[in-house]
């Protein structure tokens, strides 16, 4: 059973299994319910940002949606002008607190 920990590196990835582990250890809760929870959280933000809304979670940081303006492209093998449609993209902005965290100074 793999759980996050300080000691883990900037090198490794934690996938969702590894979340929901981590969520399994801490809470108590069943493997299959802590799955449903990581599920139901990252849909839920998911659906906030698709929406327009900004969801800001106290200390961990901002998730909204970023609106990308259309622009002209280069192509780097030709050299040829393109058009780059606009599109919506969602952002993270970390908390300072989320960001001490990280770093060490806290």
């Not at 900037?10 to 929901?20: D, S």
């Not at 801490?26 to 139901?40: F, I, Q, R």
């Not at 622009?71 to 606009?86: D, F, S, V």
């Amino acid at each position: 059973m793999r759980h996050l920990s300080a000691a883990a590196t900037a090198e490794e990835t934690i996938r969702k299994t590894g979340l929901v582990d981590s969520v399994v250890a801490k809470t108590g809760l069943s493997k299959k319910d802590s799955e449903a929870c990581v599920d139901a959280f990252l849909e839920s933000i998911a659906e906030e940002i698709t929406s327009g809304n900004k969801v800001n979670i106290a200390g961990f940081g901002t998730f909204k949606r970023a609106d990308r303006k259309a622009r002209t492209g280069r192509n780097p093998k030709t050299g040829e002008a393109l058009q780059i449609a606009a599109k919506k993209a969602p952002t993270f902005s970390a908390a300072k607190k989320f960001k001490e965290q990280v770093n060490g100074d806290i």
